[in-house]
């Protein structure tokens, strides 16, 4: 049986924690804007349809970033938290059997993981499956439609792996492809790292 399953690429914060007055998800990573990364990884993976969940800085973020695939959601609620993101992205999947939702900082996650997700839901299609490395797991996770009820009640800052502990004895894990997979760039001290990681250096 062939399902259906959508991803949410989540992009909606301020990204004010970085320094500068600059969006972090535009900071060069491996030369192309960090959030492309995942943008790129949700495009290229089994999913049959993806959104990108933009909130903060919308207009300029969707003129910097290719946004492939992905069809565009603005989410004008993007002070509350990342539920309202997670809300926003959802309203476009409902109709999908089971979606994946990832952040758009984590520029390690590749398809191969958005993908080996899915494998474990076409398995188990009642587990939530997410995404581990050592004894780090998060986002992205794919939630069975069953889910899709309680997660568009979820309010404030509220997110995926946050309701997923309320589902222990349905969470299965799956090894990421990458050690790395859940780093993420907060500081430009990150941005260089991980760039020097891809062969690059970001942007001053």
């Excluded at 970033?65 to 959802?90: I, P």
């Excluded at 589902?167 to 907060?186: C, M, T």
Aim: proline share 5%; charged share 25%.
């Amino acid at each position: 049986m062939i399902r259906r399953v959508g991803c949410v690429v989540l992009a909606g914060g301020s990204g004010s924690r970085y320094p500068g007055g600059r969006h972090k998800l535009l900071v060069p990573v491996g030369g192309k804007p960090l959030a492309q990364h995942a943008i790129d990884a949700a495009a290229q993976c089994d999913a049959l349809s993806c959104t990108l969940v933009l909130g903060a800085n919308a207009e300029q973020l969707a003129y910097l970033l290719d946004t492939r695939r992905c069809a565009v959601v603005v989410n004008e609620g993007w002070r509350e938290g990342m539920a309202a993101s997670l809300r926003a992205g959802l309203a476009r999947h409902r109709d999908d059997d089971a979606c994946i939702f990832m952040v758009a900082d984590q520029p390690f996650i590749s398809f191969v993981d958005l993908n080996a997700l899915i494998e474990r839901f076409g398995r188990r299609p009642q587990a939530i499956p997410a995404l581990r490395a050592g004894r780090v797991w998060g986002a992205p996770v794919l939630f069975p439609r069953r889910d899709f009820g309680a997660l568009l009640r979820l309010r404030g800052d509220a997110g995926a792996k946050r309701y997923a502990l309320t589902k222990r004895e349905r969470l299965v894990f799956v090894p990421a492809s990458d050690a790395r997979a859940f780093e993420d760039v907060d500081t430009p001290e990150d941005a260089l790292r991980v760039s020097r990681q891809y062969g690059g250096s970001p942007a001053a």
